[in-house]
Structure formats: C-alpha cells, structure tokens
C-alpha cells in the first residue's frame, strides 16, 4: 500500500527522518499481521508514558491544586477522548494501515484511533526527541485543553442557566436534556464537581463547580453558548442528531 508520506507529515506538523518510523506509527496490527511489517503497539505502549510525562510536566508548572486534583486533570488531559479529538483534528484518520478485516469495525474503533496518538507521540521523540514530542503535544492536546478551560473560565453561570438552556431547547424542539455527573475531586471543605449536559443522549459540554448544581448550571451556559452559535452559522438547520444517527 502507497502511504503518503509527505502528506502525513504536513498533517503532523512534524518532518521525519526515518520515514519507515512514521509508516510504522500508523500500521495497525492487523495490517502488519497480512503483510509481514512491524506493528505499532510498542510504540503505543512508549508513547503513553511520555504522555503522561509531558503533561504531568506542564500541569506542575502550570496548574494549580493539590495531588489529587492534578491526577484529576491529567486524566482528563490524556483520556481516550482528547486523543481521537486530536488525531481527528489533523486528519490523520485515513492514513491508518489496517488489514481487510479491521477496516469493516474501524469507524466504530475509537481506541483504536486514540492510540495512534501515542504511537506518534513514540515516534516524534524517536526520531527528533524529546523537545519535538513536546511541541507536538502542547500544540494539540495541551492546547485543545487550555482552550477548554479559558472558556469555562469567561463562563458566568447564573442560577437561570439551566432553565435558559431548557427553554431554547423547547423552543426549538431539540429534544430531551439530561446531566451525567463525571466525577468529583478534592477534599470535602472544598470539593469540585464535573458534570456533562447531554441532549438526546449526546454529550454538549462540560462544566466545573463546587457543588453538582454550580457544574450543571456552567454545563449547561456552554452547551447554550455552543448551540446557539451553531443555529446562527445555520439559521435553518439547528437540531441536534439522536443516538442511532436519527434526528
């Protein structure tokens, strides 16, 4: 199979050396498996942790709380999702090498997908070290996180949030709003709560706050903030797909 080296690379943002490296970042196992090449998952397996170096590395310098509120964050930062958010961000979904069977599942393979991150991640310091790996995570997952938080932090929340956000809905007959609490951190004189506000079953946003009814009430002044722009980009066409690709 002809892989697009340059291509990749311009996506990326990063020019290897060894360009067999950077084609093996992207061979799934399946396809080396067919093909008689070396798979990724070692790479995989070494990115992870200089992942988690990385960023643990700029929460330090960077972030404020105790122990248990920076793994929190870190967690956050190098989950699944922010990893395929990533990968999907840069296009770099179709240069993945997978065999005749995978290639049928691998829409619907998300860790799939995420772990080529970490496979890049491997490469990158591999090949031009670990100032390059660097650059590369804070100018994708560290940046997509700052951007998160800096619009959470403009985020005034007020006590009619969530009946704002429930009346839009109504209005426009979007569907049905629910919130999912994520998880809690810190001690209990100072706890903080992350909650998702999902429409029809999809999560919107996500919101921070020192009690569950604080994060659901900034949960639901961003998913406001995020729709509305969409119905104004798209006056005619503002619903929200269903789960199961129904509207």
Known sequence: MIFDLSGCEEKIGYTFTDKMLLRNCFTHASYAYEHGEKDNEL?????????????????YKNAAGDEGKLTKKRAEIVSKDPLLRAVKKLGLEDFVLLGRGQEKSSKQDEKLFSSIYEAIVAGIYLDGGL?????????????????????????????????????????????????????????DHSPEFRVAVLLNGIRVAEGKGGSKKAAEAVAAELALIKISKKAQAKPKNITIKRQGGKK
């Open 43 to 59: 790479l995989e397996f070494f990115g992870d942790s200089i992942i988690e170096f990385v960023v643990t590395e700029y929460l």
């Open 131 to 187: 100032t390059e790996a660097k650059n590369f995570i804070r100018r994708t997952i560290i940046a997509d996180y700052e951007q998160k938080e800096s619009v959470a932090n403009k985020v005034k929340p007020t006590n009619d949030s969530k009946n704002k956000f429930q009346e839009y809905v109504q209005k426009y007959k979007l569907g049905s709003i629910s919130y999912q609490t994520l998880g809690r951190i810190g001690p």
